[in-house]
């Protein structure tokens, strides 16, 4: 399984950027897919997440300014990010995860396994 994130970049607060990840040698069937952010000096955050039925799941920080959505037919897992602040300032990641039917009705606690490289995101005031 490979992941490649693309879309970063630098912006003014308020802006709004959209970031995609190329996903190749995923079987899909059940599974959960998510994009993670990691400031510097701060922990690895779950920002959004979604499943095979397409249910998301949103981090409070980023709940009505982030959407995450999935395009099978292309392979791609997307990100619109809208009134960008500067605390959204981070490394964003993509990542992918096989899971059962139970674990993965809302993707909350599966621990992803394949990662892309991720794609820096930076928003000045």
């Known amino acids: 399984v490979q992941l490649v994130e693309s879309g970063g970049g630098s912006v003014q607060s308020g802006e709004s950027l959209r970031l995609s990840c190329a996903i190749s040698?995923?079987?899909?069937?059940?599974?959960?897919m998510g994009w993670f952010r990691q400031a510097p000096g701060k922990e690895r955050e779950r920002v959004a997440t979604?499943?095979?039925?397409?249910?998301?799941t949103y981090a409070g920080s980023v709940k009505g300014r982030f959407t995450i959505s999935q395009d099978s037919s292309r392979n791609t897992l997307d990100l619109q990010m809208n009134n960008l602040k500067p605390e959204d300032t981070a490394m964003y990641f993509c990542?992918?995860?096989?899971?059962?039917?139970?674990?993965?009705?809302?993707?909350?606690?599966?621990?992803?396994?394949?990662w892309g490289q991720g794609t820096q995101v930076t928003v000045s005031s």
């Open positions: 990542a992918a995860q096989y899971t059962t039917i139970a674990a993965g009705r809302l993707c909350g606690e599966v621990i992803m396994t394949h």
């Open positions: 040698g995923f079987t899909y069937g059940t599974y959960c």
């Open positions: 979604i499943n095979w039925m397409s249910t998301t």
